[in-house]
């Protein structure tokens, strides 16, 4: 069974920005304060049935994954997480910059980067490995749930390593949108998105924080319990 509170390592938007305000309030959940947020009032319209387009991602918050959730190993606190996040973020390292899109992603809708970085694939490999000495190790419940039947063998070999099979060469960089949509409603919903993103005119994105996240129970939302800023360097 899932040990509670669970812990997770996310790329968030510095809150009040475009990125934090479009994201937060498509998702109607405010991660940084744990409010709910009003939809915009032109997405319930052109599409009714949002709230629940929405619910698997709103439990989330408006996030990038660099560190998938984990129950801390025995013996290990939250004090002690919030201090190696600390001094992660100590350690000088380019600054990710990229442009991003909205597009499909899967049968779900998510802002993503046109073209990945490399150095942004290297921060997510860092912030596996660093953090995963706080990882206590996966329940039979917990594997389950990744459908094992249905990974790669490196995917399942990074499950097996890391507890999540997306990290290292499958890592893909997504701020989720929606939860997953039937191929019609993916042709009618991604156009929407498309459009309101467009209006928010970002040119870029600077994966320039990582964020600590905690859900306290299974029907809890995950919140942020501390930002941190990356300290950058010139890239090599």
């Known amino acids: 069974m899932t040990q509670y509170p669970r812990h997770a390592i996310y790329y968030a938007p510095a809150p009040g920005s475009d990125l934090d305000r479009f994201g937060s309030h498509l998702l109607g959940y405010d991660a940084h304060s744990g409010a709910s947020l009003p939809f915009p009032e032109a997405i319930t319209q052109a599409v009714p049935d949002w709230f629940e387009l929405t619910r698997d ?11 998938a959730p984990l129950s801390l190993a025995p013996g290990r606190t939250e004090a002690e997480l919030l201090a190696a996040c600390e001094t992660f973020c100590t350690t000088a390292r380019p600054i990710p910059v990229f442009k991003p899109v909205v597009s499909l992603i899967g049968d779900f809708i998510a802002v993503v980067p046109e073209t990945l970085p490399d150095v942004l694939r290297a921060l997510a490999a860092d912030c596996v490995r660093a953090f995963d000495g706080f990882r206590a190790p996966l329940t039979a419940e917990d594997r389950s749930r ?4 249905r990974l790669t063998p490196r995917q399942l070999d990074h499950l097996d390593r890391w507890g999540y099979p997306y990290v290292m060469e499958d890592f893909q960089f997504h701020m989720t949108l929606t939860g997953r949509l039937a191929a019609d409603r993916q042709s009618a919903i991604l156009p929407i998105l498309q459009r309101r993103f467009a209006e928010i005119d970002l040119a870029a994105i600077a994966v320039d924080s990582i964020a600590l996240f905690r859900q306290d129970s299974a029907d809890a939302r995950f919140r942020i319990v501390r930002r941190y800023a990356l300290t950058g360097r ?3």
Do not use: Q
Request: proline share 11%.
């Open 57 to 67: 991602p709103r439990k989330y918050g408006f996030h990038a994954t660099l560190k």
């Open 234 to 236: 010139a890239a090599e």
């Open 146 to 149: 990744r459908n094992p039947s």
